[in-house]
């Protein structure tokens, strides 16, 4: 990992949205402090020479028979930074931050054939489980007005 590499909880707006190149798409500033004031929501951001590099964000989940437990939520490594160990080090410091929170452990969902993903979660220490289903629900406007159903 480059010695030059910061890693840092992000505490502002606009800080979210300095990364906004990193996301999938563009952030909303609403939604941005939306999270940040959310309990148990956090976002952890690598600077390369005080330019956000990589993010990692992770969500406490709580159930009455388990406690509390990290998931790793999206983890992403802008391309000309990729494969220089920036991934394994945002993952290894939500790690460190779930055991300082009490978590009992921390997990990420991946499609089986991401292998950057796997080679990176692999190499901060996580065990692959085997395998399970994820189904999900997609709401629309219309169906968020309509009592939910899809």
């Known amino acids: 990992m480059d010695i030059s590499l910061q890693i840092r909880r992000a505490a502002t707006t606009a800080e979210l949205l300095a990364a906004a190149h990193l996301y999938d798409a563009p952030p909303r500033p609403e939604w941005a402090a939306r999270f940040l004031a ?14 956000p590099a990589g993010f990692v964000s992770g969500i406490e989940m709580l159930h009455p ?24 080090a945002l993952t290894g410091a939500l790690a460190a931050e779930a055991r300082e929170r009490g978590c009992y ?3 990420v969902g991946v499609d089986r054939d991401n292998e950057a993903a796997l080679a990176t979660y692999r190499s901060a220490g996580a065990a692959d489980e085997g395998d399970f289903t994820m189904l999900a629900w997609e709401f629309t406007a219309d169906s968020r007005t309509a009592g939910g159903a899809p």
Do not use: F, N
């Not at 309990?39 to 005080?50: P, R, V």
């Not at 028979?65 to 992403?76: I, P, R």
């Open 38 to 51: 959310a309990d148990g929501h956090l976002m952890l951001i690598a600077y390369a020479q005080g330019v």
């Open 105 to 107: 452990g921390m997990w």
């Open 65 to 88: 028979d388990k406690g509390t437990e990290m998931c790793l939520y999206e983890l992403s490594v802008d391309e000309p930074h990729r494969r220089r160990g920036i991934g394994r």
